[in-house]
Nanobody
Framework: QVQLVESGGGLVQPGGSLRLSCAASGSIFRIYNMGWYRQAPGKQRELVAAITSGGSTNYADSVKGRFTISRDNAKNTVYLRTNSLKPEDTAVYYC??????????????WGQGTQVTVSS
């Protein structure tokens, strides 16, 4: 019913930047909270940043001041600008969205993930 497709990952040197995008499509009535999570090898998935439909944001302490989350409600898209990247930011980044579909049901959906590798 709802698909989330991420893009923008890749290989970048320490100190570099990437912009991740996640577009939602399908039988969408309304999107509430959206967020970015990441999972490094051997570690649990963790919240990186989240944004409400009204634009309120919160960030993991490890990325505050370096990452910025934003959204375009008209395009059903959420972005993550990542600056001053460090090797420890290397992970698969997943998009998550809380979506009300046209039938009225509200569910959480995940994208397929996009790899971010920070290495010299």
């Amino acid at each position: 019913q709802v698909q989330l497709v991420e893009s923008g990952g890749g290989l970048v040197q320490p100190g570099g930047s990437l912009r991740l995008s996640c577009a939602a499509s399908g039988s969408i009535f309304r999107i509430y909270n959206m967020g970015w999570y990441r999972q490094a090898p051997g570690k649990q998935r963790e919240l990186v940043a989240a944004i409400t439909s009204g634009g309120s944001t919160n960030y993991a302490d490890s990325v505050k001041g370096r990452f910025t989350i934003s959204r375009d409600n008209a395009k059903n898209t959420v972005y993550l600008r990542t600056n001053s990247l460090k090797p420890e930011d290397t992970a698969v980044y997943y998009c998550n969205a809380e979506v009300a579909v046209v039938t009225g049901t509200i569910n959480g959906y995940w994208g397929q993930g996009t790899q971010v590798t920070v290495s010299s």
